[in-house]
């Protein structure tokens, strides 16, 4: 069962425009978030966190949002440029301390030039 | 270069094999977890060690296995080997049980 899931597979945005990635996740006991960016060849790096007492958290170019009443969160990359096209997972902890990370399928980003 | 190190980086086996990924944490990481990513699939959690005991398990098969040396490198061990293992293994580190992981660049196994 996917506890947190990635809707859309890819995304294609214009350099300079805003890229908005979206996340659902199920479980209630869920209290950290992260977003990891992947490229081609090489393993997942982090990006950005939340913690569920935040709606917002924000990092130069990119803003991550949470929505805890609709168990949802968005990661914001404003301006977009072409160094950005990746794969962007989006990650949930929960409260029991087993301190493993549950992972959405991916978004694969392309920022066109 | 993330400091976590994996090898081999692909390996190519046939069914009912056995094979053996490796991972060297980043220096000072204690915790070692490892992921498994099929096609289109996410990251899924197998199973996390830290400073040489296992801490937490997730959906790993019964026919995979891990251990965290005194030197606090891993091994991940996968046996009779089904097609379905094709996959991407990743090994991430970190301090403590810290939410941000430090992930290698993966072990891509293909079974055939």
């Known amino acids: 069962d996917q506890q947190v899931k990635q809707n859309s597979p890819s995304l294609s945005v214009q350099e300079g425009r805003i890229s908005i990635l979206n996340c659902d996740y199920t479980?209630?006991?869920?209290?950290?978030f992260l977003w990891y960016k992947k490229y081609p060849a090489e393993g997942p790096t982090f990006l950005i966190s939340i913690s569920s007492i935040k709606d917002k958290n924000e990092d130069g170019r990119f803003t991550v949002f949470l929505n805890k009443s609709a168990k949802h969160l968005s990661l914001h990359i404003v301006p977009s440029q072409p160094g950005d096209s990746a794969v962007y997972f989006c990650a949930a902890s929960d409260q029991t301390g087993a301190n493993n990370l549950f992972f959405g399928t991916g978004t694969r980003l392309t920022v066109i030039p | 270069d993330s400091g976590v190190t994996q090898t081999p980086k692909h390996l190519i086996t046939a069914t009912g094999q056995r094979v053996t990924l490796r991972c060297s944490p980043r220096?000072?990481?204690?915790?070692v977890y490892w992921y498994q990513q099929s096609l289109d699939q996410g990251l899924q959690f197998l199973i996390q060690y830290y400073n040489g005991e296992e801490r937490a398990k997730g959906n790993i098969l019964e026919r995979f296995s891990a251990q965290q040396f005194p030197d606090l490198h891993s091994e991940l061990n996968l046996s009779s080997l089904e097609l379905g293992d094709s996959a991407l293994y990743f090994c991430a580190s970190s301090y403590s049980g810290a939410n941000v992981l430090t992930f290698g660049a993966g072990s891509r196994l293909t079974v055939l």
């Open positions: 220096s000072g990481d204690l915790s």
């Open positions: 479980n209630s006991m869920f209290d950290y």
